[in-house]
């Protein structure tokens, strides 16, 4: 079975200032993707980064970037440069094995302040 | 390319009755899902088809819900009878092969209200 674990309901950032939003997870494969979709407010879901677990290097597109713990089962998003535009709800995904299940966490809601 | 498309995009039903919800994936795409996102949570997936075969529908209460492709393109979902918790947005995703490292693209969703 997996989980995912957002720890942060909300988060909030300064127009063109960074901001980190984490996320734990759980998985019994040894095989498995990780991924950060942002749906905001009345609009579809959208892929953001995707992290594919037996790569070492972190993932990164344009200000988007990840930490990825491996051991720590850790997989934090970095969003540099932060715009209104990224204000959205922010969902941590894993899948495992070959054809496993996306499973999300709860979601961490980001407002980008002017 | 045209995106995931879904309608209606908002139903309000009472209790006991039946609702149907139409998806219709991106064109050529072999894998369609469908998720359940209750307010505050992230979706949890209801059942998976590739092409016009079920994969997955562990998650999908039988006793209410039903789900199918034929011709393997559009997807229907329905539930009869609803229920108060069957409240919720309901997405549709497809990508083009059912494997982990693909990405799903969802569609904008319908809000169901159940009073």
């Known amino acids: 079975a997996q989980t995912v674990t957002q720890s942060q309901p909300e988060m909030s950032v300064q127009e063109a200032e960074t901001v980190t939003l984490s996320c734990t997870y759980d998985t019994s494969e040894s095989d498995y993707y990780l991924f950060w979709y942002k749906q905001p407010p009345s609009r579809q879901m959208i892929l953001v980064i995707r992290q594919e677990a037996y790569k070492q290097q972190n993932a990164t597109e344009n200000r988007f970037s990840v930490n990825f713990q491996k051991a720590a089962k850790s997989f934090s998003l970095k969003i540099s440069d932060s715009q209104l535009g990224d204000a959205a709800m922010y969902f941590c995904a894993c899948r495992g094995g070959s054809q496993g299940n996306l499973i999300f966490g709860k979601g961490t809601k980001l407002s980008v302040k002017p | 390319e045209a995106g995931v498309a879904q309608s209606p995009r908002y139903k309000i039903i009472e209790k006991r009755q039946s609702v149907a919800f139409w998806c219709n994936p991106i064109s050529g795409h072999a894998t369609l899902y469908w998720y359940q996102q209750i307010l505050g949570q992230g979706p949890k997936l209801l059942i998976q088809?590739?092409?016009?075969?079920?994969?997955?529908d562990s998650q999908l209460p039988k006793d209410r819900f039903s789900a199918e492709r034929l011709k393997g393109v559009d997807s229907t979902l329905k539930i009869q009878p609803a229920k108060l918790e069957d409240s919720a947005v309901y997405l549709c995703?497809?990508?083009?092969?059912?494997?982990?490292?693909?990405?799903?693209?969802f569609g904008p969703g319908t809000r169901l209200l159940v009073l």
């Open positions: 995703a497809s990508s083009g092969r059912a494997l982990a490292l693909e990405t799903q693209y």
């Open positions: 088809f590739q092409n016009n075969g079920v994969v997955d």
